[in-house]
């Protein structure tokens, strides 16, 4: 199967500038880039696919651009927002420049022939004057096509509109194109569905300040079953590939809960595995859904591939717990972390560090309405500390007893937990 091919089964090529792309794909030497606006100190879950696209073609023999917006940041990109982000300070965005810069050199390789370059267009941009960039860049745009972008027209007729700045956008991202054409040979503009009229935008200003001919690939927007976004939970929190904004045990978890319907194509994207293989576990998938070993590869190979062999073991221990396995040897962030939807209490670590009677311990949670309760529950055997059998009603919790640094988990039953912080 020719490169290209590949790409097409696995549904990463939605549109292209050109026929001949594909050709150009399958021969390799190709400098492209894909930008990313560092608009958090992460990139999330749903981006993610474009730094395996780069990924997948830098394997292929292409030379992939990092390129960092720091001038394009400060913008925000209008495309696919129903209202304007607000403008990041200064500060803000260079910490978040340097960490995305960081995240994403993880992914690709900066050595070899085809060794991957990180750019950030501030270092262009940023030298314009107002007036020099009219007279070079704006002269060169025409209102009509600009309205013309679908990103425009969507915004021009809700009611958040459209400001200036915004409307500018395509203006900025099409000179980074230009401009890293001349300057370093780059002929391929990849990104997401939404940034097709950019790409475009941009493919057309080349051609007309430097007579070059570019091209645009690209990739489909990341959607559940239902036409969501992927990237977000349940509770609407944003999948970061960045372990302190999202733990790795919460990507395992969302990967996981991936839909029986979108899990295939999920593999597709973002994994390396060979047609056969993908195909069999679509084979299991439709025939045996209940072991959902389609969602388990998906979340083993994703959160490994972010977070490496120990993020992922963190990840499955953490996950073990909630069968039983034995809560130790944690941190409070990963506490916090695995049990963020389980109600918590605080109590004074002095009345910990002096020995702390069960039943008293138990009757301070929602769990159990008095000690009473409480005491016939442990009798039957069916509380828990840390996963632990309580045996006796006359245990001393101590601090000893804690599973993180300040914490431990009280569990009644199979599924009722309570996580109790002494401060």
Not at 284 to 299: G, M, N, W
Not at 362 to 384: C, D, H, I, M, W
Request: glycine share 8%.
């Amino acid at each position: 199967m020719k490169f290209s091919e590949e790409l097409k089964w696995r549904g990463l090529i939605e549109n292209t500038s050109h026929e001949e792309v594909y050709e150009k794909i399958d021969q390799g030497g190709l400098k492209f880039y894909i930008g990313f606006d560092p608009t958090a100190r992460s990139i999330q879950i749903g981006n993610f696919l474009g730094v395996v696209m780069m990924k997948r073609m830098q394997e292929r023999g292409h030379t992939p651009f990092i390129l960092v917006g720091g001038a394009t940041g400060m913008i925000g990109d209008p495309s696919g927002k129903s209202a304007e982000r607000n403008l990041l300070d200064s500060t803000t965005l260079d910490d978040n420049v340097a960490a995305v810069k960081e995240q994403l050199a993880r992914f690709l390789s900066f050595e070899g022939e085809n060794a991957a370059v990180v750019v950030n267009n501030y270092d262009w941009i940023g030298k314009f004057s107002y007036l020099d960039f009219l007279r070079l860049v704006g002269k060169r745009f025409r209102l009509s096509e600009m309205l013309a972008k679908d990103s425009v027209k969507s915004r021009l007729n809700s009611e958040a509109g459209i400001s200036y700045t915004e409307f500018s956008y395509q203006m900025i991202q099409a000179y980074d194109f230009a401009h890293l054409y001349k300057e370093h040979g780059v002929s391929l503009q990849m990104g997401g569905g939404d940034q097709w009229g950019n790409i475009t935008a941009g493919i057309d200003l080349a051609r007309k300040m430097h007579q070059g001919q570019v091209y645009g690939v690209v990739t489909p927007l990341v959607t559940d079953a239902q036409g969501k976004k992927f990237g977000k939970s349940e509770g609407g929190k944003t999948i970061y590939l960045d372990g302190e904004m999202t733990s790795p045990y919460q990507m395992y978890q969302y990967l996981l809960n991936s839909d029986d319907q979108s899990v295939i194509q999920y593999l597709k994207y973002y994994t390396f595995l060979s047609v056969s293989e993908i195909e069999e576990l679509e084979k299991i998938t439709a025939e045996e859904p209940h072991k959902r070993s389609a969602q388990k590869k998906l979340a083993e190979i994703v959160t490994e591939m972010v977070h490496g062999e120990e993020g992922l073991e963190s990840a499955k221990r953490a996950t073990s717990f909630f069968f039983g396995g034995t809560i130790e040897k944690v941190t409070d962030k990963e506490v916090e972390s695995i049990f963020a939807d389980v109600p918590s209490v605080d109590l004074n670590r002095s009345d910990l560090e002096k020995g702390l009677g069960v039943l008293d311990l138990l009757a301070e949670t929602p769990l159990f309405k008095s000690k009473g309760e409480a005491r016939r529950s442990v009798t039957q055997k069916g509380v828990y500390l840390n996963n632990l059998t309580i045996d006796s009603v006359d245990k001393t919790v101590q601090t000893s007893d804690l599973a993180s640094e300040s914490a431990l988990v009280i569990r009644k039953g199979k599924k009722n937990y309570c996580v109790v912080k002494f401060a």
